[in-house]
């Protein structure tokens, strides 16, 4: 089922090793092995739970292509991680120099045509 | 010391019959020791549907509890436990607490939630800027819904 038609991953962190991998968590829509990241956005953190009373405010958003070339989460190497899981992405592609901590990666998922 | 020794209850924040995308297939549902993080996460999922906070007493899932909070700084930041049970199954041994009773309850008990959460960069941060409760505080806070009708 998915919940949504935007897929999206927040960065928390990386993994050393050579391959560009990032760990954080999945949005409403599940993320599949082959699945491209086309935008990185980045929003201010709140610093305050008052904040929260106000839009987030947008840093920045760049294109990327960041294809998922390997997903894992709970010890084990998936398919697909679903929504609001946590686990690791491993990203092959341009842009992955524009990803810090707190980057949303953003890509439009398939909708289903409607007769 | 097992986790069954250090906690009583765990809690998983979800939509009313939402089986998960993954979980099913994989045979394990995430939850959390702590209420404030089921009630975030339950917050957050009432966009697609009828938003509940789960209790499940531990005693009903001995041996089937795998303490996840010690593999990366967001399962420590959630107080990640790992059931080896689908998320239905989980469901049947729960009790089913409205996500606004949970919250109304736990802000008695001194939490502070944010009003809104807009996208998963806000849920990050309402992870982190919550307090967690005590084992004491939780008793009391299942204690209070207990009380309520079901």
Do not use: W
């Amino acid at each position: 089922m998915n919940r949504s038609d935007l897929k999206a991953f927040h960065v928390n962190g990386f993994v050393e090793g050579e391959a560009f991998q990032v760990i954080g968590r999945c949005g409403d829509s599940a993320i599949r092995v082959g699945d491209v990241f086309s935008i990185a956005c980045r929003y201010q953190s709140r610093e305050r739970l008052e904040d929260f009373a106000n839009p987030p405010t947008l840093l920045d958003s760049n294109p990327v292509s960041l294809r998922v070339q390997e997903i894992r989460a709970y010890g084990r190497i998936l398919g697909e991680i679903g929504p609001g899981m946590t686990g690791s992405l491993v990203l092959a592609g341009t842009g992955a120099e524009r990803i810090v901590p707190g980057t949303i990666l953003e890509m439009n998922a398939a909708v289903p045509a409607t007769a | 010391m097992s986790i069954q020794d250090e906690i009583d209850y765990i809690f998983r924040g979800t939509t009313l019959g939402y089986l998960g995308s993954i979980y099913p297939r994989i045979g394990l549902t995430s939850t959390t020791t702590d209420p404030v993080v089921a009630t975030l996460f339950a917050t957050t999922a009432s966009r697609h549907g009828h938003a509940v906070v789960y209790i499940i007493p531990v005693a009903k899932l001995a041996g089937r509890l795998r303490d996840n909070r010690g593999s990366n700084r967001l399962a420590e930041l959630e107080g990640e436990i790992v059931v080896d049970e689908s998320p239905d199954e989980i469901a049947a041994k729960a009790r089913a607490v409205e996500v606004g009773t949970a919250k109304a309850e736990l802000e008695r008990l001194g939490a502070v939630f944010p009003l809104n959460i807009y996208n998963l960069a806000d849920l990050n941060d309402a992870l982190r800027l919550t307090k967690r409760l005590s084992r004491e505080e939780i008793r009391a806070f299942v204690r209070a819904v207990e009380g309520q009708p079901g």
